[in-house]
């Protein structure tokens, strides 16, 4: 084997095990973002949807909780961004059109999916001044101005273990929950006009022990033949010196 063809070979490899290993998060992916089929408003409302995945698969959404009303994808977009609002390093594409649910008063609220979902992106349309607790924990992603205004995100976690979403000023942004999630659960700590949110998502959680992707498989293929090509160079080596002795 020839050393150009060697140091190509190892340098394939290591390209690939960098893209490996590089997070999910910072590959540029789009965001699925949330399509709302129905919805009932009202202090006990309900809403479905869908996230349709790149694959053709979709992830059924369901929520639970306080409506004021809700805007079906397509009709009337209150997702302007103000520059970096709904994007960032981890989210390339806002909601656009894909709609919104409004929320007006206190309570208890729940989403829940039919399949676990990983990197759980959750936007917002203006925080109400009571803030969000979640019973899961996130990162802030963005925030900045939107629809009804401007402000910003802060995170604090309380003494019972909660994670309490804060702002100042009318704050519109997203933010991402740190774990595979299969439902989420928030009480809204203010009441006010409206507030919007919707959720999105790459995809579906792996499951355990997945198959290896070809792109794996290849990486252990060229390690596999890097590691025979240096030990059939050793053998001569190693001859010559017994030869020697």
């Given at each position: 084997m020839r050393q150009s063809t060697k140091t190509?070979?190892?340098?394939?490899?290591?390209?690939?095990a960098a893209t490996l290993c590089v997070p999910k998060s910072a590959l540029a992916?789009?965001?699925?973002?949330?399509?709302?089929?129905?919805?009932?408003?009202?202090?006990?409302?309900?809403?479905?949807g869908q996230i349709a995945?790149?694959?053709?698969?979709?992830?059924?959404v369901a929520y639970s909780g306080q409506l004021a009303f809700w805007d079906a994808p397509g009709t009337t977009s209150y997702w302007q961004d103000g520059g970096g609002t709904y994007t960032s390093?981890?989210?390339d594409n806002g909601p656009g059109d894909h709609g919104?649910?409004?929320?007006?008063?206190?309570?208890?609220?729940?989403?829940t999916f039919s399949h676990a979902v990983d990197n759980l992106f959750f936007a917002l349309i203006d925080l109400n001044a009571g803030g969000y607790e979640f019973d899961q924990d996130f990162t802030i992603e963005s925030s900045g101005a939107g629809n009804r205004g401007s402000g910003s995100f802060s995170k604090q976690i309380t003494a019972e273990g909660k994670y309490r979403l804060v702002g100042s000023g009318d704050p519109h942004g997203v933010i991402r929950f740190n774990d595979a999630v299969s439902s989420i659960s928030w009480s809204s700590l203010g009441s006010e006009t409206?507030?919007?949110?919707?959720?999105?998502?790459y995809g579906a959680a792996v499951e355990p022990n997945p198959v290896p992707e070809p792109a794996s498989?290849?990486?252990?293929?060229?390690?596999?033949?890097v590691v025979g090509y240096q030990r059939r160079r050793a053998r001569p080596a190693i001859a010559a010196g017994v030869a020697a002795a």
């Open positions: 190509a070979l190892l340098a394939t490899a290591a390209l690939l992916e789009p965001v699925r973002w949330t399509d709302w089929a129905s919805a009932r408003a009202g202090a006990n409302g309900s809403a479905v995945l790149g694959d053709g698969s979709s992830i059924d390093a981890a989210v919104m649910l409004a929320m007006s008063r206190l309570g208890l609220r729940t989403l409206w507030n919007g949110f919707t959720v999105g998502t498989l290849a990486l252990v293929g060229l390690g596999v033949a």
